[in-house]
């Protein structure tokens, strides 16, 4: 029987298949390589897309934060003017009430009666004075209790004057000190009469 030595053929086949599986085994290296260049280069331009857009966006959010600041400001100088006007309208609408307390200053003041000083804080006012007798401090503080525009007249202090008791003649005069309150006509007393 005749021998046939297959080896050869064998050996020939075993080398082809190892070709053939390293040039499949570069190509699939290759694609995979082209693969991971793609999705790299893909991800890359979508950072990149996402920076510029976060950029424009932090470049809008700036520009929107400098106008809240000056939206804040604006309504900062709007409150200060806003309470300005109020300030001038409560002025102007007080300018006539500083006449009619002066001219009730004059027209309430009894004879043998004076003032040496008037204060006022708010609608309170404090008066110092000069009186011949304690009966003209009382009939001072009636005509005051009597004003439409003066109420709530209450004597602090009446002290006698020796001083002045010389050189007015003998008379005895009496300094004094009131608290009263200034009120518009119409408007209810705040604390109650006093006298």
Do not use: C
């Not at 003017?81 to 004059?106: C, G, K, N, T, Y």
């Not at 008791?165 to 309150?181: D, P, V």
């Amino acid at each position: 029987m005749p021998h046939i030595n297959l080896l050869p053929w064998r050996e020939e086949l075993r080398k082809r298949r190892q070709q053939e599986f390293s040039i499949l085994a570069g190509v699939a290296v290759v694609l995979m390589l082209g693969v991971i260049a793609i999705v790299h280069v893909q991800f890359n331009g979508m950072l990149d897309y996402q920076q510029q857009r976060n950029a424009f966006l932090e470049q809008h959010i700036a520009q929107l934060n400098k106008k809240i600041l000056e939206i804040k400001n604006l309504d900062g100088e709007k409150s200060r003017l806003l309470a300005r006007m109020e300030i001038i309208q409560e002025l102007q609408a007080s300018r006539p009430e500083v006449v009619h307390l002066f001219d009730e200053m004059v027209t309430t003041l009894p004879d043998g009666t004076y003032y040496t000083k008037l204060s006022q804080k708010a609608n309170k006012l404090s008066l110092d004075g000069v009186a011949q007798s304690n009966a003209r401090v009382s009939s001072l503080m009636r005509t005051l209790e009597g004003s439409d525009w003066l109420k709530n007249s209450e004597l602090v202090e009446i002290t006698a004057d020796s001083k002045n008791s010389g050189a007015s003649g003998g008379l005895r005069m009496s300094n004094f000190k009131l608290r009263i309150q200034q009120s518009k006509p119409g408007t209810p007393n705040e604390g109650g009469e006093s006298g």
